[in-house]
């Protein structure tokens, strides 16, 4: 079983920055991606975005390209989402999966953490 932990979440104002966390093991040929998806109330759970460990490979979601971005730090097991210009349709539970497949499905996602709340009031 690998361990995933998300932190970071909050309510913030419309146009606010928030950086959410997430720590796991040391990467494995299972846990190849680490990825943020997000589920607001009565909806799907949605692809937010994807990196590889190495950082080579990061894929966003079109809502959030050029304003949310996913980084690693390399000191430690870190993935960073970092989210700026938030709006209101933001508003959600983030998830941190890892994966050992590149993918956007929820369903292809091994592994996930119990998940952060970010709350944007407009």
């Known amino acids: 079983q690998v361990q995933v932990q998300e932190s970071g979440g909050g309510l913030v104002q419309a146009g606010d920055a928030l950086r959410l966390s997430c720590t796991t093991q040391?990467?494995?040929?299972?846990?190849?991606?680490i990825s943020w998806f997000r589920q607001a109330p009565g909806q799907e759970r949605e692809f937010v975005a994807i990196m590889n460990w190495r950082g080579g490979i990061k894929q966003y979601a079109d809502s959030v390209k050029g304003r949310f971005a996913i980084s690693r730090d390399n000191r430690d097991n870190t993935i960073y989402l970092h989210m700026n210009g938030l709006k209101s349709e933001d508003t959600a539970i983030y998830f941190c999966g890892v994966s050992r497949v590149l993918t956007r499905a929820h369903g292809s996602v091994d592994y996930w953490g119990q998940g952060t709340q970010v709350t944007v009031s407009s």
């Open positions: 040391t990467p494995t040929r299972t846990t190849n991606y």
